[in-house]
């Protein structure tokens, strides 16, 4: 008597099958899209010259980045140098108490404060001047530049333009990357009245 044989054993059929099951199985599913990352990182790049970092704080400024704009400056978590702001002559006399005590803490405080007094519908603007490098070595930078900052604050004591001349000291970090670890603000010479970045940092820090 023949003996038949079940073809669902038949190691060929059989690997056929388990194929056709797992495509099935393929096709049901759906492939999800990836999610778009949250937050606005803005335009950051490692700051690996010191010019990297002037271009890095202008695009934090004009995109109202604060993550970016504190990358621009030194910290002791990853700088061998502490920050230091020295406010124009004139605002440093007239806010003696404010700028005696200040640190990369308040100068997060004031950048923040800026952003949250500006209307959603506006931008901060900042334009750079007559810049030069006075000083460069392995070890620092100093950039100096004329700016003019746009900031429509609603401030009533400010204008919305602040004018001034900046020096930045541009050191390296821990890192090798570079960050500005000292911040210098000035009247420019044309300048008749005080309008500078000084004035702003201390009205936003009351």
């Known amino acids: 008597m023949k003996m038949l044989r079940d073809d669902s054993f038949h190691p ?16 049901s599913c759906s492939t999800r899209t ?11 790049e490692p700051p690996t010259t010191p010019m990297l970092v002037i271009d890095n704080f202008r ?3 004009i995109e109202k980045n604060s993550q ?17 702001f020295e406010p124009s002559a004139e605002a440093g006399a007239r806010f003696q108490a404010v700028f005696a005590s200040w640190s990369i803490t308040k ?8 952003i949250a007094r500006l209307p959603s519908d506006q931008n ?9 490098i006075a000083f460069a070595s392995p070890d620092s930078t100093v950039w100096v530049s004329d700016y003019i900052l746009t900031a429509q604050l609603g401030i009533a004591s400010l204008p919305t333009v602040l004018n001034g001349t900046l020096v930045f000291s541009i ?27 000084s004035l702003l940092k201390a009205q936003l820090s009351n």
Request: charged residues 20%.
């Open 59 to 61: 695009s934090a400024v």
């Open 68 to 84: 970016n704009f504190m990358l621009c400056l030194a910290d002791p978590s990853r700088s061998r140098y502490p920050y230091l």
């Open 12 to 27: 060929v059929r059989a690997r056929q099958r388990l194929a056709l099951t797992l495509l099935c199985l393929l096709l």
């Open 124 to 132: 901060l603007g900042l334009e750079f001047e007559n810049s030069n």
């Open 34 to 44: 990836p999610e778009e990352p949250t937050g606005n990182r803005g335009t950051y």
């Open 171 to 197: 050191t390296p970090e821990v890192s090798g990357l570079w960050s500005i670890s000292r911040w210098s603000d000035a009247k420019r010479p044309t300048d008749t009245v005080e309008s500078t970045w």
């Open 107 to 114: 100068e997060q405080q004031a950048f923040l404060s800026m």
